[in-house]
């Protein structure tokens, strides 16, 4: 691992200070929907394709052109510094994520062995893919997620903590070892190293389905990552809903109490996942640590959402309670294996009382706890809904990296429910949750 980060030093650059550029972005409203009727590129990841983080699956050992930036995220003006790691000469290609017709990314610049990236006018917020290219060399992805200002529909949080965890690039993360076992783990991973996989971390199916969808409605999108939640109590201040994609599992105790704060001042949480919030981690400087669970601590990630993690390993039929946002598809539908690879339940937590949306088919002769989505209205008003399965954004592209895979219907009817909850975050009209499971403590 040390020869690795060696290395990478060796044939990158020097970190490059943050310094300030004139640029101005349209953020007045509309100005996603703006955006996304620029020409997209459909050849964006044409070079690239989709290889899961090695947590699920060993990648196979090729010659590649990697890198990674000195910084997650950036805004207007701020400078990034790249390593590479493969190759001195190389080209990137700097690709915005969204809908773009349906082509999901537009091509902002190219640029030649760039030693840095400058966030300028041409660069407005969002998530955006870094495209490595050398002679000779696979190509892979560098994610940057540049962050805005003023109000907004919504605040998305890309979930670089959890990323960084699974992470395998140079042999060790939070999980595994370079022997591929649990009990050589590190106990502590940098951010100073690619991504493994295909140098996107999670994003690709975690999290850009959840993006495309968001981007075509229409919201206006303040995009940062979940080191910006950690940093900043003021981070959701000028949102009205915070999203969060189909894993963001490591949380610090900082980006626990500011999800808290915000849901308590009424701004609503909407999570596209599942075993969200379980660990803590820690930051310092460059590297995290830690795994310990919430509710190792007395603060089970129920208190917040409503309902946690219980099952690893399941794949379940969901039933729909016929209750919006699942009334959408009809009554008593059911979506084919979403609940799993990991899910979530109420049952036998402590917490606010919630409405069950959906929940897991079981057979007769099935005993314990029930998957299930919930949902609830907190003494603020705000609305905080947990869809309880970590499967839910990479099914609708049928992209999970555990090998479960979702056949169209399956896919149409998630994008659906999906769209449904989107337009509530776009009109602010949540409906009062109906209480099945009442306040445990």
Same mark, same amino acid.
């Given at each position: ?146 962050? &805005?200002?003023?109000? #907004?529909?919504? $605040?998305?949080? !890309?979930? %670089?903590?959890?990323?960084?965890? =699974?992470?395998?690039? /140079? ?5 595994? &070892?370079?022997?591929? #076992?649990?009990? $050589?783990?590190? !106990?502590? %991973?940098?951010?100073?190293?690619? =991504?493994?996989?295909? /140098? ?242």
């Amino acid at each position: 691992m040390k020869f690795l980060l060696v290395l990478a030093l060796l044939l990158g650059l020097s970190p490059v200070p943050a310094q300030a550029t004139a640029c101005s972005w349209d953020q007045n409203p509309g100005w996603v929907q703006r955006e996304n009727l620029k020409k997209g590129d459909v050849k964006w990841d044409a070079d690239v394709p989709l290889r899961f983080s090695a947590d699920f699956t060993r990648r196979k050992e090729v010659p590649r052109i990697e890198g990674y930036l000195s910084s997650a995220s950036a805004t207007c003006g701020e400078t990034v510094s790249l390593t590479t790691v493969g190759s001195t000469k190389f080209q990137v290609e700097i690709y915005r994520m969204g809908y773009y017709k349906n082509t999901g990314a537009r091509l902002i610049r190219t640029l030649a062995s760039p030693k840095s990236i400058t966030v300028d006018s041409k660069m407005v917020p969002g998530q955006y893919l870094l495209k490595l290219r050398s002679l000779k060399r696979a190509s892979t992805f560098v994610p940057l997620v540049i962050t &805005g200002s003023g109000a #907004n529909d919504l $605040t998305f949080v !890309s979930s %670089v903590l959890t990323w960084q965890s =699974y992470n395998q690039w /140079g042999g060790e993360s939070l999980y595994k &070892g370079a022997d591929g #076992n649990r009990e $050589t783990a590190a !106990s502590v %991973v940098s951010f100073d190293r690619p =991504y493994d996989g295909d /140098g996107s971390g999670q994003f690709r199916y975690m999290e850009q389905p959840l993006i495309t969808l968001m981007e075509k409605a229409g919201l206006d999108i303040n995009y940062i990552t979940d080191l910006e939640v950690d940093s900043n109590p003021e981070v959701f201040a000028q949102t009205r809903s915070i999203v969060l994609g189909g894993h963001s599992e490591y949380w610090t105790r900082s980006m626990r109490q500011h999800f808290e704060n915000a849901v308590a001042t009424g701004t609503n949480l909407i999570v596209f996942g599942g075993n969200t919030g379980y660990a803590i981690t820690e930051i310092k400087e460059r590297e995290i640590s830690g795994r310990t669970p919430y509710r190792e601590i007395g603060q089970p990630e129920s208190l917040l959402l409503g309902s946690q993690y219980f099952a690893l390993g399941i794949r379940k039929d969901l039933v729909s309670s016929n209750v919006w946002p699942f009334s959408v598809l009809g009554i008593d539908a059911q979506i084919k294996g979403i609940y799993g690879y990991e899910a979530d339940t109420a049952m036998g937590t402590v917490g606010p009382g919630v409405q069950v949306l959906a929940r897991a088919v079981i057979s007769p002769t099935e005993k314990g706890f029930v998957a299930m989505s919930t949902y609830y209205s907190a003494p603020s008003g705000a609305a905080v809904m947990n869809m309880g399965t970590n499967g839910w954004v990479c099914a609708m592209s049928n992209r999970c990296p555990w090998g479960y895979t979702f056949d169209l219907q399956a896919q149409k009817q998630i994008q659906k429910v999906t769209e449904a909850v989107l337009k509530a975050v776009k009109t602010a009209k949540w409906p009062v949750a109906q209480i099945d499971i009442p306040t445990r403590s």
